[in-house]
């Protein structure tokens, strides 16, 4: 704190007289005030003036913020108090030592816009709601509140559900609170139209799922083409299935990828197989399991009679013959009874050549 300076300079004149009035009585803390003194005579700006505890104490309540002004009967001292608390008001005439208390001044807390109650409409910003306004209770003048936000400006909010739209007309109208919440739909938005009130032109047609989308306004317009129709397509049921498929259910509400439908595009789409292929593979597999089952028994007939030729030979082996054998270029001549106990089988295997009564 700053201070007020006392000017001493010698009087021209004994006649004066210390002021007997103060006015105001009391003021607010932060608050830039003008203390005017009156009821003196021969006042000068060269007098002092100070507030402080007591007359005997150095100024320490106030801050001077402007210059001593007037004379005569009154003088003004511009100030503001940093402090709360009931202060002394102490005047000097200028080339005297003593002060003369000329009245108590209360210094009260000024308020805040934390204190405020802002009118309909308004709020009270975050960042002012420690401000301290010009006196003990907040006004207009100290500029606590400002106003909510307005349906434009918070459509994007408050109109966020996919059945609402900014209603135009409600532009200008506020918010109950600093910002707009989606509780406030009914003060900004209007209710979307559905795509099933949207008739899709030529070449186009209804998404299937039109029920369930909205348009961008409370009309459904040209802007909701896209949104509300596609591109015309042809259906399943003007498409032939190829061979090994049938044509699937309902094909009249199945649609091609296209105004027209392929059977080599759109098969996968419209088709399904028609269960041909599996009996075809089941024929199959049955004709080769007989074709197994013959050739099995081929190969074993084929066996057997291999089996009973040799024992055939075996009963016509000779008995009343001379059975000569020859081996290693040697003759041998069997009994005839010696023979016909061999089987021929065996005699073959070991010797290279048979002959019967000497013919081979």
């Known amino acids: 704190f700053v201070m007020i300076a ?19 009585a009391t003021v607010t803390n932060g608050e830039s005030t003008t203390i005017q003194l009156t009821g003196g005579e021969g006042l000068d700006i060269n007098d002092g003036v100070k507030i402080a505890g007591a007359c005997d104490q150095a100024s320490t309540a106030a801050s001077q913020i402007g210059l001593l002004s007037g004379g005569g009967t009154q003088m003004s001292l511009p100030v503001r108090f940093a402090e709360t608390g009931v202060f002394d008001v102490c005047y ?18 000024s308020g805040t ?27 207009a003048s100290d500029e ?3 106003a909510n936000q307005n349906c434009r400006d918070g459509a994007a909010v408050a109109c966020s559900a996919q059945s609402m739209v900014f209603n135009v007309a409600a532009a200008s109208r506020v918010c109950p609170k600093a910002s707009c919440v989606v509780e406030d739909a009914a003060l ?3 209710a979307a139209d559905i795509c099933t009130n ?7 047609e209804a998404r299937s799922e039109a029920s369930n989308r909205y348009c961008a306004g409370s009309e459904c317009t040209s802007v ?20 090994n498929l049938k044509t699937r259910q309902h094909p009249d509400t199945i649609l091609c990828s296209g105004p027209t439908c392929f059977a080599d595009v759109d098969k996968n789409v419209c088709c399904e197989d028609d269960g041909t292929a599996g009996l075809l593979w089941k024929i199959l597999a049955a004709l080769l399991a007989l074709l197994m089952v013959l050739l099995l028994a081929v190969v074993l007939g084929k ?4 089996r009973r030729g040799d024992d055939d030979r075996d009963d016509e082996l000779p008995e009343t013959q001379n059975l000569v054998l020859s081996q290693n270029n040697r003759m041998v001549s069997l009994p005839p009874g010696v023979a016909a106990k061999l089987p021929p089988s065996v005699m073959q295997e070991a010797y290279p050549a048979l002959y019967y009564s000497g013919v081979q």
Do not use: F
């Open 113 to 139: 816009c934390l204190d405020s109650i802002c009118p309909a409409g308004q709020h009270i910003p975050r960042d002012l709601e420690s401000k301290r306004c010009r006196g003990d209770t907040c006004s």
């Open 224 to 243: 909701d083409l896209n949104s509300c129709c596609t591109t015309h397509r042809a259906r399943c049921s003007s498409m032939s299935c190829p061979s």
């Open 92 to 109: 000097q005439k200028r080339g005297e030592e003593k002060w003369s208390n000329v009245g108590k001044l209360t210094v009260a807390p």
């Open 198 to 204: 949207y008739r899709c032109p030529s070449g186009y």
């Open 6 to 24: 006392v000017l001493s300079l010698p009087l021209a004149a004994s006649s004066a007289h210390p002021p007997t009035g103060l006015a105001p």
């Open 144 to 146: 606590c509140c400002t």
């Open 188 to 190: 900004c938005c209007a």
């Open 303 to 306: 066996l057997c009679c291999c």
